[in-house]
């Protein structure tokens, strides 16, 4: 299986005392991670939590390929190991619903980065089918008004639960 480099780095921006509060909100194990506006943070939250959760689970993180990752044309579109034990990795731009369901049964959990929600109609179909979906806002950064706009879109779609 091939291996992914610097999730670890890239998930120690977060604080744990963030992500203590993320994880004892969690409502289910297919969680989706949106933001209003394109480097909020997503990233290197969802890989926190990942890496937060896989001390005791297997994790798999699903999410598009950045800069931030250190990889070979071989990771793309497969599932690979990742710098800490117990999660995974799979970058890929589209995912369907019955991927979204065999990896609900393969892993604990299955955390999912999308792009920013005001580019992306494709986040509204997948947050109807996360159990939850995690909205990503950097402080004063992002409008009052562009926030409340997106929650309305993900209640729209029927996410489940909505968290900031």
Do not use: P, W
């Not at 989706?32 to 297997?58: D, H």
Request: net charge negative; glycine share 6%; aromatic share 6%.
């Amino acid at each position: 299986m091939q291996k992914i480099e610097g999730i670890e780095k890239v998930s120690s921006f977060v604080q744990k005392r963030e992500i203590e509060e993320i994880k004892y909100r969690l409502t289910g194990k297919k969680i989706l991670f949106a933001s209003s506006l394109k480097g909020e943070g997503k990233t290197s939250v969802a890989l926190a939590l990942g890496r937060f959760l896989a001390e005791t689970k297997k994790v798999l993180y699903l999410g598009e390929l950045t800069n931030e990752f250190s990889t070979s044309e071989a990771c793309l579109g497969q599932i690979c190991c990742s710098d800490i034990d117990n999660l995974y990795i799979l970058l890929k731009e589209d995912v369907s619903e019955e991927e979204i369901d065999k990896f609900g049964t393969e892993f604990d959990y299955v955390l999912i980065e999308m792009k920013a929600l005001q580019i992306s109609k494709e986040v509204m179909a997948i947050a109807a089918l996360c159990d939850q979906t995690i909205l990503v806002v950097e402080a004063n950064r992002g409008s009052y008004r562009l926030i409340k706009e997106n929650i309305e879109l993900l209640r729209a779609a029927h996410a489940r639960e909505i968290s900031l």
